[in-house]
């Protein structure tokens, strides 16, 4: 318990290193983002976290560019691979199916 606690602590320490608060707030939606998706993969859901889920996953397998604040953008401007990412959360999703 105490591990998983300190590794909360230095992820949400991570985005908040950002000197910029453009990139701040873009590490922000896109923690937010990633969370909405893993809260979705659990059981039982509400109808809450289901919605966010699918908003979630639509907006981080969207390949928008057009929005300042879409997945891909956000992840260019973080210097984050996106499609590593995409990756890492398919694997999730398809071993929570299993």
């Known amino acids: ?40 993969l659990r059981k039982p859901l509400n109808k809450e976290i289901q919605k ?13 560019e057009r929005y300042i604040l879409s997945f891909l953008n956000i992840c260019k401007h973080l210097n984050l691979n996106y499609n590593r990412i995409r990756d890492l959360l398919k694997k999730e999703e398809l071993i929570i199916q299993i």
């Open 1 to 40: 318990m105490e591990k998983e606690g300190k590794k909360q602590e230095k992820s949400e320490r991570n985005y908040l290193t950002f000197k910029n608060p453009e990139m701040r707030l873009m590490s922000i939606i896109l923690k937010q983002a990633i969370d909405d998706f893993r809260a979705g």
């Open 52 to 64: 966010d889920y699918k908003r979630a996953r639509e907006w981080i397998f969207c390949d928008e």
